[in-house]
């Protein structure tokens, strides 16, 4: 029996979303607090990596195959002009670059998880999207990376959360639930490209342009606001050849 790709989509970006909570566990358990700034930019390096090398080899490179260069071009372009409109609009507050978007007055604590989930929001859109071909393989790789990269960004977020003085069951809290909208975006993506299957590489191009504007935009940035800039690098260029051996075995 075979199951329908929309319960797979929607399963699979559940699943990679509460990778975030795997992270965190070190800090529930209270184990967390000695992780030195430095290494908490080099997790969100390893992450910004694998991210970088799922959006390369799994969304671009079908989605080239399948539309050509000019529609993965437009898909690139609008994904990455929704996430800056998103960003201007939606009051957030990253720990390291401040508040962003516009005022508001919800709690410190809302304004972290909405930063959050306006970088992962495209990761559940990329898994369910990367599931629309048919091709589960290629979209298990995808999960698989989200769900890699979920790991250290959950514990760097809930060491973060220490860091500004929220205790360790909040902190853990908060990271796992960064991480329960990617099965909104899941279900969007994989609903979309199966009602319009002709959407499938404009989809996968538009959740590309989204992941790479949330690595250009937010992680790195992120990594490199300190003096840990070039441990960073070297930890994002890990990430995405651990990706991509991990791409090449599943693919």
Known sequence: MSVSPVILG?????????????????????????ISHQFKDELLGVAAGIMLAATAFSLLVPAIE???????????????????VFDKIIPHEHFERGREGLESDL?????FV???????????????????????????TVALAIGLQNIP??????VSLLGVGYNHRQAFTYALLTGLVEPIGGFLGISLVTIMHSFLPLGMA??????????????????????HARSSTYALLTGFIIMMILDTILG
Do not use: C, Y
Not at 72 to 79: F, M, R
Not at 153 to 158: D, H, S, Y
Not at 208 to 225: N, R, W
């Open 10 to 34: 929607t399963l699979a970006s559940t699943l990679a979303g509460l990778a975030t909570g795997i992270g965190g566990l070190p800090i529930l358990f209270g184990k967390g607090q000695k």
């Open 66 to 84: 399948m539309g050509g260069a000019w529609i993965t071009a437009l898909g690139i372009a609008i994904g990455g002009i929704l996430l800056d």
């Open 107 to 111: 709690r410190r604590i809302w304004l």
């Open 114 to 140: 909405l930063a959050i989930t306006l970088h992962n929001f495209p990761e559940g859109l990329a898994v369910g999207v990367s599931f629309g071909s048919g091709n589960v393989s290629n979209g298990v």
């Open 153 to 158: 960004e959950g514990l760097a977020v809930a």
């Open 206 to 227: 538009l959740a590309a342009g989204a992941m790479l504007f949330v690595i250009s935009d937010e992680i790195i940035p992120e990594t490199h606001h300190s003096s």
